[in-house]
Nanobody, 127 residues
């Protein structure tokens, strides 16, 4: 049974930093697409960043490029999202998602491509 467990959310002032973690268990393949998603109020859920655990290739939404960095530790089956220069508009609940894939080096930023989801962790940016 696949399980995704998020941690690391919290409250910071604008310009501050947070690091989110997502630990995955239950996958039997080494090629997994993992990502972080958020859903601003009144808007559709959006992909923030994704990573292919085999190739290590990442993708970022334009709104977070240059500020967020996604990495993974395959030995721990965990991905980390380092969020710097946080803005009030980054406030949201962040969800970890994953899906086992059979091929490819890139992972989609569309939430429709993901099957397994965590419970979410809240990030609040305010002064």
């Amino acid at each position: 049974q696949v399980q995704l467990v998020e941690s690391g959310g919290g409250s910071v002032e604008p310009g501050g930093s947070l690091r989110l973690s997502c630990a995955a268990s239950g996958y039997t393949t080494g090629r997994v697409c993992m990502g972080w998603f958020r859903q601003p109020p009144g808007k559709a859920r959006e992909g923030v960043t994704t990573i292919n655990t085999e190739s290590g290739i990442t993708r970022y939404a334009d709104s977070v490029k240059g500020r967020f960095t996604l990495s993974r530790d395959n030995s721990a089956n965990t991905m980390y999202l380092q969020m710097n220069s946080l803005k009030p508009e980054d406030t949201d609940k962040y969800y970890c998602a994953a899906v086992a894939v059979s091929s490819g080096n890139y992972c989609s930023l569309s939430d429709r491509s993901y099957i397994d989801w965590g419970q979410g962790t809240q990030v609040t940016v305010s002064s």
